[in-house]
């Protein structure tokens, strides 16, 4: 009796071993599984930018191409005016994102810290904003960006996008959790209120403010809706209207030249993966934190 006590011990342990052992081998196997699916699609971008035409239309597809051809990059670019189309989509996403972010942290700051009447029911319909389809909107905001004239122009691409009802939420959340008592230290030390929101709630919510500014330009440089309703001339088209531009320019060919259409695809969407490479883990913390209060 006394020698099962004293085995029991060690074969549990070796029990609770193995099973630890084989739930790590799952979520890894499963990790990388769900690693393949994501990367894949941008794996089978690259190879078929780089690919012959002859060798793009195989029966076979292959996984690697036989011959690298860098010279379908170039034939975008002198074709096609990309290096226009990245431009407008910089200026643009960019005016986007700082207006964004800075009307975002200053609306977050007066519905979380701010005492006026009417501060509740003012977010309220804030967050019924958030329930409101574009397509909803979208009709009066075009007739009034028509009446003013600002058809083909970045301030008709820009100032409709000034205000996102979802970043004012997530930074009202995270500036929520700040507690009062940094905020009346830096009242003690003279601050106002722009000294607070700079030196105070920026730095302490630093994860949630990059969250948003990344988001911000994820969802400016892939726009593609309202781009193309008002603009019509390629002086003031992005690169997500360029992609369909350039599909559509192929089309009537006898050969569609997919792999210079990937090509541009790839060069389009370079910026953003780039971008989310490096921010991902601000990323992370950013959403985790709006989480929590």
Known sequence: MSETIVKNPGKNYLAAARRRRLRAALQTFC???????VVFPLYWMLISSLKSTDELL?????????????????????KFPMGRF???????????????????????????????AGRDLLFTLILGALMVPMQVTFI???????RLGWMNTYIGLVLPEAVSAYFIFMLRQNFK?????Y?????????GRAGMIRNVLVPMCKPTVITVTV???????????????????NAYRTVSIALKEILNAYAGNEIMNFNQIMAAA????????????????????????AAMK
């Open 58 to 78: 195989l029966s076979h597809p292959t996984f690697f191409p036989k011959e690298l051809h860098f010279e379908n990059y170039s034939a975008v670019f002198q």
């Open 140 to 146: 009066p905001t075009y007739i009034m960006v028509s």
């Open 183 to 191: 905020l009346d230290a830096a009242r003690v030390d003279g601050m």
């Open 266 to 289: 790839l060069v389009c969407v370079i910026p953003v993966v780039v971008l989310f490479f490096f921010c991902q883990k601000y990323i992370l913390t950013g959403f985790s934190k």
């Open 86 to 116: 990245m431009l407008n989509s910089l200026i643009v996403t960019t005016a986007c994102t700082i207006i964004q972010v800075i009307t975002g942290v200053m609306a977050a700051y007066a519905f979380s810290k701010g005492q006026f």
């Open 177 to 181: 959790a700040v507690d009062e008592s």
């Open 31 to 37: 990790a990388l599984l769900l690693t393949l699916i």
């Open 215 to 233: 988001i911000a330009f994820i969802n400016g440089w892939n726009s593609y809706f309202w781009p193309k309703m008002v603009t019509t001339d």
